[in-house]
């Protein structure tokens, strides 16, 4: 669990800087290493690299990528709830409108695709990390 928190106050302190062209560049190559290949993208979406953050060790990842495209709501639904399971990963829940959230499991991570329709198209935001069993005691 302390690994869970420490990852995530790395991914907000990288995420407060404020990056000038040649670092971009070099945060793009950066993000080129990073493996995304069980995550399916829309076509037609852009990535927005000043808003996304990404670390990695090992097998372990965490992130947010953030993409801009055109698309409806109930595009991007249908397109993760048919392809996300080619790769491994299991729908856990989804909340479809205006703006949409689906979480995945696979393994020992977890995926959550967010998507805001802004008329026409929109925001989608893809965050994964590892996932760790809760160690509280459970709700009566």
């Known amino acids: 669990m302390r690994i869970f928190f420490v990852v ?31 995550i399916p993208l829309p076509k037609g979406f852009k990535f927005l690299i000043k808003d996304s953050i990404v670390t990695e060790t090992g097998k372990m990842r965490a992130g947010t990528l953030v993409f801009k495209g055109k698309a409806l709501p109930l595009e991007i639904t249908n397109f993760y709830k048919t392809n996300m399971s ?27 695709i967010r998507f805001e329709w802004k008329g026409g198209g929109g925001i989608l935001t893809i965050s994964f990390s590892p996932y760790f069993e809760s160690e509280l005691p459970e709700g009566k």
Request: charged content about 25%; proline content about 0%; overall charge positive.
């Open 8 to 38: 995530l106050s790395l991914l907000f302190l990288g995420g407060c800087l404020s990056l000038n062209s040649s670092q971009l560049q070099l945060r793009e190559l950066e993000f080129q290493k990073f493996k995304y290949e069980d």
């Open 86 to 112: 080619n790769y491994g990963w299991r729908l856990l829940n989804i909340i479809e409108g205006k703006q949409s959230l689906m979480n995945f499991k696979k393994k020992d991570e977890i995926c959550t």
